[in-house]
């Protein structure tokens, strides 16, 4: 994806988009309709502008060779925010995060409808660089899954891909990432060892590192804190306040006590449909679906 | 019981390469000389080879059961090596001490006793020890003069005959090419004729290297003939009843050495087996480099890039069952195809000055490496294919999600992590094609080759030349010689050799496909 996006580039957007604030002032921009997805959007009392979505989805369906996986999912992720997606197991909540860097395209038989828009544009457009999108839109998995290289290596890789030669160069870039994703202290040492190696919390926050190296907008972030005892997941969350700040982050968990803590909005999702969306406060104390208490009281799922 | 399956696989490889070492490495011991009187009044002297009980003779008599086989040697005197004695019939038994053995390097090997030792007619030295030590002392020398001999032969007059011929195809090249070109051919003519003189002049270096052949060694071989030897058909000269276990050793340790590193001579039966190894491991290791690529290549496609459907299961069943293809069968392919039509083919275009004599189109090793590619693409290919379907999705996708094309994933995240099973897959194919023969007869391999398929002739690298290997060698000593017996040993000694090479070969791979995984596994840069 190019860089110049007509309206959403970091500079033009942050100082417009206080975190908080409502966006009201904007009017030539499109805002976005916090509410419900799936119901009209003013019948939502919570609906309210609250700032610039940087991905947006519209209408999107997903089958799995005839399968529905994905029934009109509508939501809107806002720039520089923590957007959490919870839901029972296989309600698609993974579907829906690799539809946002179209990692979904490497699944035979997939079929995919409705718009996706990074930046106001339709990534599914034919003319769209998939490697360039997936750059810009990074991914942490589950399962952590460094590559069988040094840690360095690691890290390093994405940027070589993407023409980064020089070594000093790779070295800075290398260290700024371990730092972001407070790695650094532990692996300074070695640097060179091979990342299989380290710990598991160690090589998921070395895979978020190696995620951020790219230099990506958004961060896809599934489970990751899945197979993590509670001082790595601590950890992971503590770095992606921090992150937030310079990144936007879409988080697939289970864990509702982290989607409470760490996420600014929250979408509950129940067989393929996105039931209910909004501010994660708001979502977990008053929502506005059954459903939605039936799950996060425990009474479902 | 998978237990006793086992050890029954153990006990019959170590059995089989037992008896092949039993065998083959008492080849280049020089056993003692006995001298057998015969009760008809006959001597045979020679060293005894094998003992076995006369067939349907009565087992409850107590001796004379028995026959032992001896070698003689003598073949131009005797007719044959060897002969079978029968025990009864020996009076007496005993080792001289002045009995010795002669390799030569033609007609085997001769066992006598020396009388004297002349040069140039005049006798030198009288009797068996004197004689003994001056023969020894004259050896080094006859070797030398042999070695020039053979350095000019080789050497300068190799060089000239070479560029005779160079010069010679390009009077061809330019008669094909028609009109203008008289002048030029006449300078050409004349630096033929040029290298005529350097040629009488080698000719001459030679003659004169071989008027300095003048000695002579006489013996008595038992029976009381007498034979004149000259010097330079000396190969070795041993006296196996006075040379201690230290001697005999040493003896050991030459012989092998010549093995290893020597020419063959007479038919094969003797002498050493160099072109042969160098045949089989060039051979193996042009296969190995042709063999990689395109199975590699296969396979990624196969696994990465191929649509998934009837046709590239179709396409892999083929693949697999390629496997079981019978070898003469590629053979016969490697002929037609790779011989005739493409041989032929560049022949007519590259090398249409040298027809009717064939360049390409005719048997080679690059024609033989190529149909054992063939024979092994399938082993490569599978166990390529094996390592990618092991290689886990998180790793693929990993790189993918940061942006990687799926060519720069196949590369830079699929080939490493393969590399252990594509070393596998080529450490199978290596021990299969080291040990294929029927194909190669008929695609290039030949009883002696003339030249290796690499010297220091430009382009350095022949692989339009016939070769020799040491699978087809096997056969050549063991049954197409005409005196299998004293070639026997020879045929345990290279099969040794042979499986040897193919431990050696596979070792190798191992070691680097460890040193992968390591690599893989371990830290890398
Ligand atoms: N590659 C695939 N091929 C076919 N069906 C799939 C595939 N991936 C997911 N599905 C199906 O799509 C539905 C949604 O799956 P998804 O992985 O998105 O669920 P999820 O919400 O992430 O569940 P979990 O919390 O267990 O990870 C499931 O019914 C699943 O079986
Ligand atoms: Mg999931």
């Known amino acids: 994806m190019s860089s110049n996006k007509p309206n959403m580039t970091p500079e033009n957007a942050s100082p417009q988009y206080i975190p908080g604030s409502a966006g009201g002032e904007n009017e030539k921009k499109p805002g976005v309709r916090i509410s419900s997805g799936n119901r009209a959007d003013n019948s939502t009392p919570g609906s309210k502008i609250l700032g610039e979505p940087i991905m947006e989805v519209r209408g999107l369906n997903l089958s799995y060779s005839g399968k529905q996986a994905l029934k009109n999912i509508n939501i809107a992720f806002l720039k520089n925010r923590i957007t959490a997606l919870i839901?029972?197991?296989?309600?698609?909540?993974?579907?829906?995060?690799?539809?946002?860097?179209?990692?979904?395209?490497?699944?035979?038989?997939?079929?995919?409808?409705?718009?996706?828009?990074?930046?106001?544009?339709?990534?599914?457009?034919?003319?769209?660089?998939?490697?360039?999108?997936?750059?810009?839109?990074?991914?942490?998995?589950?399962?952590?899954?460094?590559?069988?290289?040094?840690?360095?290596?690691?890290?390093?890789?994405?940027?070589?891909?993407?023409?980064?030669?020089?070594?000093?160069?790779?070295?800075?870039?290398?260290?700024?990432?371990?730092?972001?994703?407070?790695?650094?202290?532990?692996?300074?040492?070695?640097?060179?060892?091979?990342?299989?190696?380290?710990?598991?919390?160690?090589?998921?926050?070395?895979?978020?590192?190696?995620?951020?190296?790219?230099?990506?907008?958004?961060?896809?972030?599934?489970?990751p804190c899945s197979a993590l005892d509670p001082i790595a997941t601590a950890k992971i969350e503590d770095l992606m306040g921090d992150l937030k700040d310079k990144y936007t982050i879409i988080i697939v968990t289970h864990n509702m006590q982290q989607a409470a803590r760490v996420s600014d909005f929250t979408g509950f999702m129940l067989m393929g449909e996105l039931v209910e969306f909004g501010v994660t406060t708001k979502l977990f104390q008053n929502p506005d679906d059954k459903r939605t208490i039936d799950y996060i009281t425990g009474r479902f799922g | 019981m998978t237990g006793g399956a086992l050890a029954f696989c153990l006990i019959m490889v170590t059995g089989l390469v037992a008896l092949i070492m039993a065998n083959g490495l008492g080849f280049f011991w020089p056993g003692d000389i006995y001298r057998f009187t015969l009760k008809d009044g006959r001597e045979i002297a020679g060293q005894l080879v094998e003992r076995e009980q006369i067939p349907g003779s009565d087992t409850n008599v107590p001796g004379?059961?028995?026959?032992?086989?001896?070698?003689?040697?003598?073949?131009?005197?005797?007719?044959?090596?060897?002969?079978?004695?029968?025990?009864?019939?020996?009076?007496?038994?005993?080792?001289?001490?002045?009995?010795?053995?002669?390799?030569?390097?033609?007609?085997?090997?001769?066992?006598?006793?020396?009388?004297?030792?002349?040069?140039?007619?005049?006798?030198?030295?009288?009797?068996?020890?004197?004689?003994?030590?001056?023969?020894?002392?004259?050896?080094?020398?006859?070797?030398?003069?042999?070695?020039?001999?053979?350095?000019?032969?080789?050497?300068?007059?190799?060089?000239?005959?070479?560029?005779?011929?160079?010069?010679?195809?390009?009077?061809?090249?330019?008669?094909?090419?028609?009109?203008?070109?008289?002048?030029?051919?006449?300078?050409?003519?004349?630096?033929?004729?040029?290298?005529?003189?350097?040629?009488?002049?080698?000719?001459?270096?030679?003659?004169?290297?071989?008027?300095?052949?003048?000695?002579?060694?006489?013996?008595?071989?038992?029976?009381?003939?007498?034979?004149?030897?000259?010097?330079?058909?000396?190969?070795?000269?041993?006296?196996?009843?006075?040379?201690?276990?230290?001697?005999?050793?040493?003896?050991?340790?030459?012989?092998?050495?010549?093995?290893?590193?020597?020419?063959?001579?007479?038919?094969?039966?003797?002498?050493?087996?160099?072109?042969?190894?160098?045949?089989?491991?060039?051979?193996?290791?042009?296969?190995?480099?042709?063999?990689?690529?395109?199975?590699?290549?296969?396979?990624?496609?196969?696994?990465?890039?191929?649509?998934?459907?009837?046709?590239?299961?179709?396409?892999?069943?083929?693949?697999?069952?390629?496997?079981?293809?019978?070898?003469?069968?590629?053979?016969?392919?490697?002929?037609?195809?790779?011989?005739?039509?493409?041989?032929?083919?560049?022949?007519?275009?590259?090398?249409?000055?040298r027809l009717p004599a064939p360049t390409f189109g005719t048997g080679g090793i690059l024609w033989a490496s190529l149909t054992l590619a063939l024979l092994t693409l399938p082993v490569v290919i599978v166990s390529t294919e094996e390592g990618l379907a092991q290689i886990p999705k998180g790793l693929r996708e990993a790189s993918l999600a940061l942006g990687a094309t799926k060519f720069e994933t196949t590369w830079r995240v699929a080939l490493p992590a393969a590399l252990p099973s594509i070393m596998t897959g080529l450490i199978l194919a290596m021990a299969r094609a080291a040990g294929e023969v029927a194909p190669l007869m008929i695609t290039g391999v030949v009883k002696l080759a003339p030249a290796l398929p690499l010297d220091g002739y430009w382009p350095f690298v022949h692989l339009e030349r016939k070769f020799m290997h040491l699978g087809f060698h096997i056969y050549d000593v063991g049954f197409q010689s005409p005196n299998v017996d004293a070639a026997r040993p020879m045929v345990y000694t290279t099969t040794l050799l042979l499986l040897l090479i193919v431990v050696f070969l596979t070792l190798g791979a191992i070691m680097t496909r460890n040193r992968l995984r390591k690599k893989f596994a371990g830290s890398a840069v």
């Open chain 1, 87 to 223: 839901g029972p197991s296989g309600c698609g909540k993974s579907t829906l995060l690799r539809c946002l860097n179209r990692m979904n395209d490497l699944v035979d038989g997939v079929e995919i409808t409705g718009e996706t828009l990074f930046g106001g544009r339709n990534i599914y457009q034919p003319f769209i660089h998939v490697s360039e999108l997936r750059k810009t839109v990074g991914m942490v998995f589950q399962k952590s899954n460094p590559f069988p290289k040094s840690i360095f290596e690691n890290v390093a890789y994405g940027p070589r891909i993407h023409g980064v030669k020089n070594q000093s160069d790779l070295g800075g870039l290398v260290e700024r990432s371990l730092k972001a994703a407070a790695l650094w202290e532990e692996v300074r040492d070695r640097l060179h060892d091979s990342a299989l190696g380290l710990s598991g919390g160690q090589q998921q926050r070395l895979c978020i590192a190696r995620a951020l190296a790219v230099e990506p907008e958004v961060l896809l972030m599934d489970e």
């Open chain 2, 64 to 353: 004379g059961l028995f026959r032992i086989k001896v070698k003689q040697a003598n073949r131009d005197l005797y007719g044959t090596d060897f002969v079978w004695i029968d025990e009864s019939a020996i009076t007496k038994k005993d080792k001289p001490a002045d009995a010795i053995l002669i390799h030569r390097r033609e007609w085997g090997d001769f066992i006598g006793v020396i009388v004297e030792v002349t040069d140039a007619g005049k006798s030198v030295a009288k009797g068996p020890q004197e004689g003994l030590k001056f023969l020894k002392s004259l050896l080094p020398q006859a070797d030398a003069t042999l070695a020039a001999i053979y350095a000019i032969e080789k050497g300068d007059i190799g060089q000239i005959n070479y560029r005779q011929d160079a010069l010679r195809l390009e009077i061809k090249k330019l008669e094909i090419k028609g009109e203008g070109a008289r002048f030029k051919k006449a300078g050409i003519e004349a630096q033929i004729a040029e290298l005529g003189k350097q040629y009488a002049i080698q000719s001459a270096r030679i003659d004169e290297l071989k008027k300095k052949q003048t000695a002579n060694v006489k013996l008595t071989a038992a029976g009381g003939v007498e034979k004149e030897l000259p010097l330079q058909t000396v190969v070795r000269v041993i006296s196996p009843n006075t040379e201690g276990v230290i001697g005999k050793t040493l003896i050991y340790m030459e012989r092998l050495w010549e093995f290893l590193s020597g020419d063959p001579r007479e038919a094969n039966t003797e002498g050493g087996v160099f072109p042969a190894i160098f045949g089989t491991v060039m051979l193996v290791l042009i296969m190995s480099v042709i063999v990689t690529p395109f199975g590699v290549v296969a396979a990624f496609y196969l696994r990465e890039y191929a649509k998934q459907g009837t046709l590239v299961s179709i396409v892999r069943i083929a693949v697999n069952n390629l496997a079981g293809v019978p070898s003469i069968v590629f053979g016969v392919f490697g002929v037609g195809f790779f011989i005739y039509f493409v041989g032929g083919g560049l022949d007519r275009m590259f090398f249409p000055e």
